[in-house]
């Protein structure tokens, strides 16, 4: 494969997925900032806030990121493998240590640990297999990476859903006027 042909079919894509990513990261700082009352400075609240909002934020930052990187006109097969690479070790180890969070968190549930949890674990694992594959330049890792990029934003966006609701529960609704 050629520099200037590596990518250049999954420009659609990486850009829809990008614009995708970066609108609902936008929206969720919306969300957030009408509900800023339920974010308190306590120690439960502060943890709650690190295992179940910060996650959504760097999930949706991780996918505009794959994005803009897939995005540069001269990127080659090395070095976008050597990008998702280094980028899929540090999000492991970032995505284990939330799924313990999340294990261990009395708010959890079955939906969580797997929203939350494992599979973000197996989206970023499947980067480093892809890693290998596209610095080979194997057109098959572009169609895995695919495939982990879009399972990463459907699950982020449940993730997000469920964060809301959360909100949402904790507001609850305003006092009847009297």
């Known amino acids: 494969m050629s520099e200037a042909s590596f990518l250049a079919p999954w420009h659609e894509f990486y850009a829809l997925l990008g614009t995708a990513a970066a609108a609902l990261v936008a929206l969720l700082f919306v969300a957030v900032s009408i509900a800023t009352s339920v974010l308190t400075s306590d120690q439960e609240s502060r943890r709650n806030t690190r295992t179940f909002m910060s996650p959504v934020v760097f999930h949706y930052a991780n996918i505009l990121f794959l994005s803009l990187t897939a995005l540069i006109p001269t990127q080659t097969g090395q070095s976008f493998g050597l990008v998702i690479g280094v980028a899929s ?35 970023y694992a499947s980067g480093l297999v892809v890693a290998a594959l596209v610095f080979q330049e194997n057109s098959i890792g572009l169609d895995i990476l695919a495939g982990a990029a879009l399972l990463l934003l459907v699950i982020n ?18 006092p009847p006027n009297t």
Do not use: K
């Open 89 to 123: 070790i540090g999000n492991v180890i970032y995505s284990l240590i939330i799924a313990v969070r999340v294990h261990r968190s009395s708010f959890s549930d079955f939906a969580d640990r797997i929203g939350y949890g494992a599979v973000p674990v197996l989206c």
């Open 157 to 174: 966006i449940r993730n997000a859903w469920d964060l809301m609701l959360s909100l949402a529960r904790r507001v609850g609704p305003p």
